[in-house]
């Protein structure tokens, strides 16, 4: 083992910048070269690779966002375009790799991994706080962070106006930001994603006027984005038409995947990377780095495939009493 290439890959997300630092600092600490891929797989099979020294990561680690850059790439499902990448790999001379994304990012570093032997290592990189096997996924504290102090600010006119807020939150497979920023902002209600249309909002609105009647200004619903877009519009249509209630939509979108990285998200990140250049030279074929009860380490990838969908129905429980 003589050299480690990282990327990102998906969606960007607050703290790569840590993880990529912490990767090329440990890898070079320990004797390796380091390389970084721009663009991710994309940029991977156009060989955009270079030389990481340690000061090509100085100064970065406070910067939401990522140095190397990211992409989707849906031709990485391809195995052809697998066997190419793990050419270009072999002829760039890097023996393993880092891929720090979601868990569609970590599957296909598993086929790279299975179908070519080359070790790899997945740092959890996403928002949405959604991938099996870890309890938390980098990005996932500042985009919570920058939604709620979005919701505080809505609430301010909100109540000035008397009005119902949907706010509309990332998160289009998973619940877990909606869940937060909803327990969180004191929320009346949370709508999860769903291919289903049907929102109740009878229910909704039930709510909402029940407030009113004990004396309550204004009211803040978080949406996920869901599949379905524009789900947050016709609830609000139906709000307004069929209950008579002020509804307004806000769509925070891409903010919640920018600015600099909390504490919390450096602080993990930042292990991360360094557990993952760990894995690959205590010689771990396919690993990905996890937190689980408070602990980071490194554990087998294939536990980490899969895509969490879960709402703690007692948090669910909790938002509800909280916003009687
Ligand atoms: O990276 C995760 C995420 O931000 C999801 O919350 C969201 O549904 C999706 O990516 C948006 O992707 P894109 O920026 O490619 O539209």
Redesign the pocket.
């Known amino acids: 083992m003589k050299s480690i290439a990282v990327l990102c890959s998906?969606?960007d997300?607050p703290g790569m910048n840590c993880a990529i630092r912490s990767v090329v600092r440990t890898a070079i600490a320990e004797g390796l070269d380091a390389y970084g891929i721009q663009r991710g797989y994309a940029g991977l099979l156009e060989g955009n690779v270079k030389k990481m020294d340690v000061s090509s990561v100085g100064n970065i680690l406070q910067h939401g966002g990522t140095i190397l850059q990211t992409s989707?790439c849906p031709e990485f499902l391809n195995a052809d375009i697998r066997k190419e990448a793990a050419h270009i790999l072999k002829r760039k001379g890097i023996d393993a790799l880092v891929v720090i994304g979601?868990n569609g990012s970590f599957n296909g570093a598993y086929e790279l991994h299975k179908e070519h032997g080359i070790p790899v290592v997945g740092i959890p990189g996403?928002?949405?706080n959604d991938i099996e096997g870890t309890d938390y996924t980098i990005g996932f504290d500042t985009a919570v962070q920058t939604a709620i102090e979005a919701v505080d600010k809505i609430r301010d006119t909100a109540h000035s106006h008397e009005r119902t807020f949907i706010v509309e939150v990332?998160?289009?497979?998973?619940p877990d930001?909606a869940l937060y920023v909803g327990l969180c902002s004191g929320a009346e209600n949370i709508i999860f994603p769903t291919k289903d249309e049907t929102v109740n909002v009878d229910a909704i609105a039930d709510d909402i006027k029940r407030g009113i009647k004990r004396g309550k200004h204004s009211s803040i619903i978080i949406a996920a984005?869901g599949e379905v877009e524009g789900m947050s519009h016709r609830v609000k249509e139906e709000l307004n038409t069929k209950h008579g209630i002020d509804s307004k939509v806000c769509i925070l979108g891409?903010i919640?995947?920018g600015g600099n990285p909390t504490a919390n998200d450096r602080f993990i990140a930042s292990q991360m990377g360094y557990h993952a250049v760990k894995a690959i030279i205590a010689g771990q074929p396919a690993s990905a780095t996890v937190q689980r009860k408070g602990q980071i380490f490194a554990t087998d990838l294939k536990e980490c495939l899969g895509k969490k969908f879960d709402v703690d129905p007692e948090m669910m429980e909790i938002v509800k009493t909280l916003s009687i």
Request: charged letters at 35%.
């Open positions: 998906g969606g997300s989707r979601g996403t928002i949405d990332m998160g289009r497979k998973s930001i984005e891409h919640q995947r």
